[in-house]
């Protein structure tokens, strides 16, 4: 997979692999891996969600159209992973090995179902509204 949709979906799959690694460091209560793996993975996170509200979001409703369409849901889920983001970082702090467990269990959820709508839906539709200007694109996402 190629594009838009091939550099975004492994961008996924490597948040998914760091996230695994801070859940699982705190299921082991190391909090000093925990905190370093946490840290990790909600950098990779927010960076993913600003290279699509800043680059791929304005430019796929410029070229599309759609202004209310996938990309103001994705924003609005955007907004609850940072939320739980907090709370997963609030509770790493205070050593609550329940409560990030809880907001991660929260967070997974929320992203497997995010990232299948993008994958299936925004990605591919991103590809084809940008055809051959899917590399400029994605030079820009890049820089983010």
């Not at 909600?42 to 209310?68: C, S, Y």
């Not at 992203?111 to 994958?119: A, G, I, R, S, Y």
């Not at 051959?132 to 996402?141: C, I, K, W």
């Amino acid at each position: 997979m190629d594009g838009i949709a091939g550099f975004m979906t492994a961008e996924h799959r490597r948040c998914d692999e760091l996230f695994a690694d801070a859940e699982a460091a705190v299921a082991e209560g190391d909090w000093a891996a925990a905190a370093e793996r946490f840290e990790a993975f909600a950098a990779l996170t927010v960076r993913h969600l600003l290279r699509e509200e800043r680059v791929l979001f304005p430019a796929f409703e410029e070229r599309t159209g759609m202004v209310d369409g996938p990309t103001a849901v994705m924003r609005q889920e955007h907004d609850q992973m940072r939320m739980l983001l907090d709370a997963m970082r609030e509770a790493l702090h205070d050593r609550d090995v329940d409560r990030f467990l809880g907001d991660a269990d929260t967070f997974m959820i929320l992203t497997q179902q995010h990232d299948m709508k993008e994958e299936q839906v925004l990605y591919p539709m991103s590809d084809t509204a940008f055809g051959s200007d899917a590399a400029g694109l994605l030079d820009r996402m890049q820089d983010v």
